[in-house]
Structures are given as structure tokens and as C-alpha cells.
């Protein structure tokens, strides 16, 4: 039960530092597409005084006559460039806008389950203290006893689940996050570099960013 439990909370550990890096994520796209918006709206801002300066001057030259046409038919058509990379811009701020609030909404969603991870791993944390007294006042009581042999032997098991897969000899440093099985980072490097790129708990192919760092 207490492997089961403290698997449990590595797995939970492993999702709560993958919400937590999509959160960053996120709310770096965010702030990106924030200043995006505020440069789109000055160039808007620049073009509508553009557009009303041209539309003045359109509007001296059509009183002008046959005199100015030439000088008329030019200012028209910058008058209509003007107009058409203004609408540009209005399309490309509304798409910012539209990508704005996806990421707010899938900010809010990697929120709620962080809070979900988060209250797990509470609960582990409060099922491993309740075994660890159990466990000690079980050590007091029964010191020297077979119950205390069976303890020394599941520390033993837990020491072991802490070591590579692999070369059995490091400690469990990096997660493969397409199947959660846990390896030293040196196994897992070896296997990239020999374009081996296959779990060698279970043979689920896996990429370099599917390696992810774990902290026991």
C-alpha cells in the first residue's frame, strides 16, 4: 500500500509539472498577444489619422477641379491603401483577440485542474503521514518482531523502486510523459543519442521532449 500510495504521488507530481508548465506557457502566448493587440490598435490609431488627413485632402482637390486631378487621382489612391491596410489590420486584431480568449479559457481550464492535482497530492500527503505513524508506532511496539522485518523489507523494495530500470545502479531522475515510467537521465540520453527511442519498460516510442525531469 505504500508503494501504491507513493507511485501515486509521483504521478501526481509528474501532471501537477505539466499543468504547471502549460499554465507558463499559456500565459506567455497571452501576455504576447496582449502587446500584439495594443500595437495593432496604435497603427489603427495612426492609420485613422492618416485616413482623415487623405480624405481632406481629397476633398480640397475635388474643389479644386480639373487643375489638381492628377494631384486628386494620386490621393485616392493612397487614400485606398490606407483604407485597405487599416481593414488588414482590423482583421489581424480581431484574430488576436479571438486567440486571446481560447488562451484565457484554457488558462482557466489547466487552473482548475491544477487544483485538482494540488488536492490530490494532498491527500497523498496525508495518506503517507498517516502510514509513517502508523508505521513507527508499529516499529515501537514491535521492535526485533517479524512485523519490523516485513517494514525493513518494504523500505528495501521502496529503496529499489528509486533506482533505474535500466543500469540499476542510479536513481530514477526523468519521466517519460507518454507512459509515466520513470529512468536515470543518462539511460534515456544514451537511447536518444542511439536513436533507440523506444520506453524499455513498455516500448512506447517517445521523442526528446517527451523527457521531462522528476524531483523525488
Known amino acids: 500500500m505504500l508503494l501504491q500510495i507513493f507511485m501515486e504521488g509521483v504521478k501526481v507530481k509528474q501532471a501537477q509539472d505539466t499543468l504547471h508548465l502549460e499554465l507558463c506557457n499559456l500565459n506567455r502566448n497571452l501576455r504576447q498577444a496582449k502587446g500584439l493587440m495594443d500595437l495593432y490598435k496604435d497603427k489603427i490609431a495612426q492609420l485613422d489619422d492618416k485616413l482623415k488627413v487623405w480624405s481632406e485632402q481629397t476633398a480640397r482637390l475635388s474643389e479644386d477641379g480639373r487643375r489638381h486631378s492628377v494631384s486628386s487621382g494620386n490621393a485616392q489612391r493612397k487614400l485606398a491603401d490606407v483604407l485597405g491596410e487599416a481593414q488588414q489590420l482590423r482583421q489581424s486584431m480581431d484574430q488576436v483577440q479571438s486567440n486571446v480568449g481560447r488562451s484565457r479559457l484554457g488558462v482557466a481550464g489547466l487552473l482548475v485542474e491544477l487544483e485538482k492535482d494540488r488536492f490530490s497530492k494532498r491527500r497523498t500527503e496525508d495518506d503517507l503521514e498517516s502510514l509513517s505513524r502508523k508505521a513507527s508506532s508499529l516499529r515501537a511496539k514491535t521492535e526485533g518482531s517479524s512485523v519490523l522485518e516485513k517494514v525493513h523489507q518494504e523500505v528495501n523494495e521502496y529503496r529499489g523502486i528509486l533506482k533505474c530500470g535500466v543500469c540499476r545502479d542510479r536513481q530514477k531522475e526523468v519521466v517519460i510523459t507518454k507512459c509515466y515510467h520513470l ?32 524531483y523525488i
Do not use: E, H, T, Y
Open 183 to 214: 529512468f536515470c537521465n543518462d539511460c534515456i540520453q544514451k537511447l536518444l543519442r542511439n536513436r533507440q527511442r523506444r520506453c524499455p519498460s513498455c516500448a512506447l516510442s517517445f521523442g526528446a521532449n517527451d523527457v521531462k525531469p522528476i
